[in-house]
């Protein structure tokens, strides 16, 4: 995230849906826990994960990939929506 220009400002008010928590913390957790080492400016912050839990930081996670975990999501948690990648831009 260093280096890159964001408008993602902190929500106090609704926690659960602060984006900037939660994509600090996931940076955090794929710097400490996944790759044990700083993110470098040419990874991705989303990476390709292999089927054996390997990270692939340099390959970008595929839509597909991507809608399936949405799916699971909002399957898990009973939402009669379906939600689109673009909801998350």
Known sequence: L???KHEVYA???TPEICMFTHLHAWVRFLEEVLLQRPLQSDEFVFPRVGTNDVVYPTDE????AMMKMLTWICTEAALASRYMSHCFR
Do not use: F, M, N
């Open 2 to 4: 260093l280096g890159h």
């Open 61 to 64: 996670l595929s839509y597909d």
């Open 11 to 13: 929500q106090p008010h």
